[in-house]
């Protein structure tokens, strides 16, 4: 046995070199993501089923450098390390127990990973390693990931950790209790069991022991863990004594951060044993809040919980119906339409509305004297599911109540609920009509062209296909077209064969659709002239724009192909020049 044991520690020694080795390798990002494709995360953890302290420390040390990869944290946590590191906490080894510790924390961002935790048992560890001072701070932070969950806070009752923290806390030497502390009693509180054994704490002093804290050195994360305790139904009734603290210290305080919680607790108290009409008047709270309400005059933060004050207050009939005479209800809609991007205040003024409607007092304001009931309308198909859900209940209510707003909440619920049909017909009568518009006035038999085309100028190309009838004779092809007198840019009979290039295209000038050569120039441009100068137009008679024959010259000097897009004023010859005075060679004009 003595051999075997002394191979072990051999063993253990070569393994710890190795690995102190490799961890100094590991400075390099590059090598240790080499050295984490060669699998090294699972014999690191195959290495902490051995008990050497230093070869421990070691190698829980690079599983905390490898952790801070999410990728490393996964392989970790698929191979059950959780398991194997729980039995070193509570270890006598103070360094090996600090850095499991820290090997934890880094792996309790990830929600399975603490479930895990509990699951192993950690968690009553945890809470006696409180009373350590070296591994306080630690275990605090460990404890703070796991009240995050729901189901984790209720394994807290089941410990001491209540007990503990409110002692801490309380008998916290500075002005300001530590961040870690307060923050892990902040979380715990929102546990109705765990908020009761904090009001029970020392014979149910508890509360008053935290109030008092608070108030002495306004510190504002007391008053938060306050303000959670405050929230449960169990819990409402113990702050009855502190109302009046409370009113006072909304008119006189000037730290916005305490203010907000001292505002949040009020809030919270939504019982019937409160006279809030008597509660309102007794320390003029109502010219507060209106003055909260103006937009502009808060920080967001406040406002929310000045407008869940109202809400609360609302319960009361008479305070409700105070409130809503005091033009309380203008101001919420103001302040609707300034801070309709927040989600949150939005929804707690439509509660404040679904709060009024219940009250005979308030409702017969909201529906007849407010355009309330047309912005819930308006939300009722918000993006946020809970605002849609307020606002149905409060118009399903103003419906019951109003046979005018009952019509118009209908139609717009139809029009919601059937908003695909309603737009396809929309989009039906909408194409009927153009179809009428265009049967009155003739658009329906008119040829579709591209963008810039006019009707009454059309090129060969235009032509349907029916024009182009029968071949006359082995050189021309006829078309069956009927040009009016004058319209001499399209040719009858066009030679196909070749026998006239482009080049001598110059010396041919067309009359009436015919070709006509002169080799004499002379000649040539005085049958041009004579043609210019007659008279096509009858100055009794109206034409129609396509009849009108255009004045021009067809005699060009410069021979250039110019396709550019065809506009009214500028018709496309047969042979695709554009008729232009500058090519004119005689301006009849």
């Known amino acids: 046995m003595n051999e075997l044991q002394k191979l072990i520690n051999k063993q253990e020694q070569l393994l710890r070199v190795a690995f102190y080795l490799l961890l100094n390798l590991a400075e390099d990002i590059k090598v240790e993501m080499k050295m984490v ?269 000045v407008i869940v004050l109202v809400g609360a207050v609302c319960n009361d009939d008479s305070c409700a119906n105070m409130l809503s005479n005091s033009g309380i209800i203008e101001i919420l809609i103001e302040l609707l339409n300034a801070k309709q991007e927040d989600d949150e205040i939005v929804l707690q003024i439509v509660y404040v509305f679904y709060q009024m409607i219940f009250h005979k007092s308030t409702r017969e304001i909201i529906i007849k004297k407010t355009q309330a009931p047309a912005y819930l309308i308006d939300l009722m198909n918000d993006k946020n599911a809970e605002v849609r859900r307020v606002c149905s209940f409060t118009l399903d209510i103003i419906s019951d109540y109003d046979e005018d707003w009952s019509k118009k909440i209908q139609i717009e619920k139809f029009r919601h609920h059937n908003s695909q049909w309603l737009e396809m017909i929309e989009v039906s009568q909408e194409n009927e009509l153009r179809n009428q518009i265009n049967d009155r006035y003739g658009m329906n038999d008119m040829p579709i062209y591209g963008s810039g085309y006019n009707p009454y100028y059309q090129t060969p190309d235009d032509e349907p296909l029916e024009n182009y009838l029968e071949v006359q004779d082995a050189d021309a092809v006829t078309m069956n077209r009927n040009y009016e007198m004058g319209d001499y840019y399209h040719t009858e009979t066009v030679p196909y064969d070749g026998r006239i290039s482009p080049d001598n295209m110059q010396d041919y000038v067309r009359n009436g659709g015919n070709l006509e050569f002169y080799d004499d120039d002379d000649k040539m441009l ?64």
Not at 545 to 555: F, L, M, S
Request: glycine content about 4%; some cysteine; aromatic content about 8%.
């Open 37 to 305: 494709n060669k699998k090294i995360i699972s014999l690191l953890i195959q290495a902490l089923s051995r008990d050497n302290p230093d070869l421990l420390i070691l190698v829980v040390s690079f599983l905390k450098k490898l952790s801070v990869f999410i990728e490393n944290k996964n392989q970790m946590r698929e191979e059950k390390i959780v398991i194997k590191l729980a039995k070193l906490v509570p270890h006598e080894q103070e360094d090996l127990l600090n850095i499991t510790l820290r090997l934890f924390l880094n792996l309790s961002f990830d929600s399975i990973v603490r479930s895990e935790m509990i699951k192993s048992g950690l968690l009553p560890k945890l809470v006696n390693l409180l009373n350590n001072e070296n591994q306080r701070i630690i275990s605090m932070c460990l404890l703070y990931h796991l009240s995050i969950d729901d189901s984790s806070k209720e394994m807290f009752k089941f410990t001491k950790c209540v007990e503990m923290l409110m002692k801490m806390i309380i008998e916290s030497p500075g002005e300001q209790v530590d961040l870690e502390l307060v923050a892990l009693g902040t979380n715990l509180a929102l546990n109705s069991k765990c908020a009761m054994q904090m009001i029970e704490y020392s014979k149910k002093k508890g509360l008053k022991f935290l109030i008092k804290r608070a108030f002495k050195f306004r510190d504002a994360l007391v008053m938060k863990l306050v303000r959670n305790i405050s929230q449960h139904d169990e819990t409402k009734n113990f702050f009855l004594d502190y109302m009046g603290l409370l009113g006072e210290t909304i008119k006189s305080e000037t730290n916005d951060d305490f203010l907000i919680e001292v505002v949040g607790t009020l809030g919270n108290l939504n019982i019937s044993d409160i006279d809030y009409e008597m509660f309102l008047n007794e320390y003029n709270l109502v010219n507060w809040i209106k003055k909260m309400l103006q937009p502009g005059n808060a920080e967001d933060d406040l406002v929310l919980d």
């Open 526 to 589: 005085e049958q041009v002239e004579m043609r210019n100068n007659a008279n096509f137009y009858d100055e009794g008679r109206e034409y129609d724009r396509r009849e009108v024959p255009i004045k021009g010259n067809d005699y060009y000097e410069v021979d250039v192909y110019d396709d550019r897009s065809r506009y009214p004023s500028r018709p496309k010859t047969g042979h695709r020049y554009n008729v232009d005075s500058s090519y004119y060679l005689d301006d009849p004009n």
